[in-house]
């Protein structure tokens, strides 16, 4: 015989498949359990609140970035700052993957007006599993893992604006092309710009 799926388990996919789709801002527990095919009632028996559950979705979703990305890396092994950067940005904006980063950002924006509420270490861990991933594989690096480490709140900083402007405009191309400027900047393979204020 069988052994059914964790009720919960289950519920719990189709809640963060749901957030994936329609996002997270009008999260109302009846129109999402309807949506997932259950009642109010047993969604709150299973997760406890709705703070609780969307807490336990961003684990998922987390759970997911992690896999994914960990599998990109042990497939491609990045061997330069160069290599790895441009590594996550690939990953990042395939197209599965761009909705988990839509997901992320906009909790983000909404827990910064107060419009949702969940634990800080939640808010937290949601940037976090991706960075601490890319930490560690920099740390690999053959040479390259110690001038990762002099500008990692650089390049992930850049890293996260340019993702947002990706998703926001769909200029890959020019987005694309910042990132590999800063990264070239930093590696020393582009000349700086001489001051045109220095004397002939």
């Not at 992930?156 to 694309?176: I, K, M, N, P, Y």
Request: glycine fraction near 8%.
């Amino acid at each position: 015989m069988d052994v059914p799926l964790d009720r919960r388990a289950e519920l719990l996919g189709r809640i963060v498949e749901d957030l994936l789709a329609g996002g997270a801002a009008e999260m109302s527990l009846r129109p999402l359990a309807q949506r997932v095919g259950t009642s109010a009632r047993l969604l709150i028996y299973h997760f406890g609140s709705k703070e609780q559950l969307l807490a336990d979705a961003l684990a998922l979703v987390r759970q997911h970035i992690q896999a994914s990305l960990a599998a990109r890396s042990a497939r491609v092994k990045p061997q330069s700052l160069r290599g790895l950067v441009m590594m996550v940005w690939d990953w990042a904006i395939e197209a599965p993957n761009q909705r988990y980063f839509r997901l992320l950002f906009e909790v983000d924006g909404l827990a910064m007006f107060d419009r949702i509420s969940f634990p800080e270490a939640v808010r937290k861990a949601n940037s976090g599993v991706w960075i601490s991933r890319i930490e560690r594989a920099a740390a690999s690096l053959p040479s390259d893992g110690a001038l990762f480490a002099a500008h990692s709140t650089l390049i992930l900083g850049a890293l996260v604006g340019l993702l947002q402007d990706f998703l926001s405009t769909g200029e890959r191309a020019r987005c694309e092309a910042a990132l590999t400027t800063l990264v070239d900047l930093i590696s020393g393979d582009v000349a700086a710009p001489q001051s045109q204020g220095s004397a002939s």
